[in-house]
């Protein structure tokens, strides 16, 4: 069994910052990969920043110069440092875990969600 427990959501104004945090704990052997991803009504899930065991880092267009993703391996934890929201960053964040677990299967997980909310 392995869990993704985010942290941090809420309600900004526009223009303020919020950092979210995700820890994955359980039968994990190995993470290749972790990263945020947002959802709002209507439309589907969409990469916001994804982090690689090899330190590669990639953005969505949309949040590149606001959005900061680090990783924390030893803990199995991400973050997303997230400045200058804007009204359109509003969604639920999911965290993501790609990863293999003790079982040696190759897994792909996903936390429960946490909402943020940016207000003009």
């Known amino acids: 069994q392995v869990q993704l427990m985010e942290s941090g959501g809420g309600l900004v104004q526009a223009g303020g910052s919020l950092t979210l945090s995700c820890a994955a704990s359980g039968s994990i052997f190995s993470i290749h990969a972790m990263g945020w991803y947002i959802q709002v009504p209507g439309k589907q899930r969409e990469l916001v920043a994804r982090s690689t065991s090899g330190g590669a880092t990639n953005y969505a267009d949309s949040v590149k110069g606001r959005f900061t993703i680090s990783r924390d391996n030893a803990l199995n934890m991400v973050y997303l440092q997230m400045n200058n929201l804007e009204p359109e960053d509003t969604g639920v964040y999911y965290c993501?875990?790609?990863?293999?677990?003790?079982?040696?299967?190759?897994?792909?997980?996903w936390g429960q969600g946490t909402q943020v909310t940016v207000s003009s």
């Open positions: 993501n875990a790609v990863m293999t677990t003790m079982d040696m299967r190759w897994s792909d997980y």
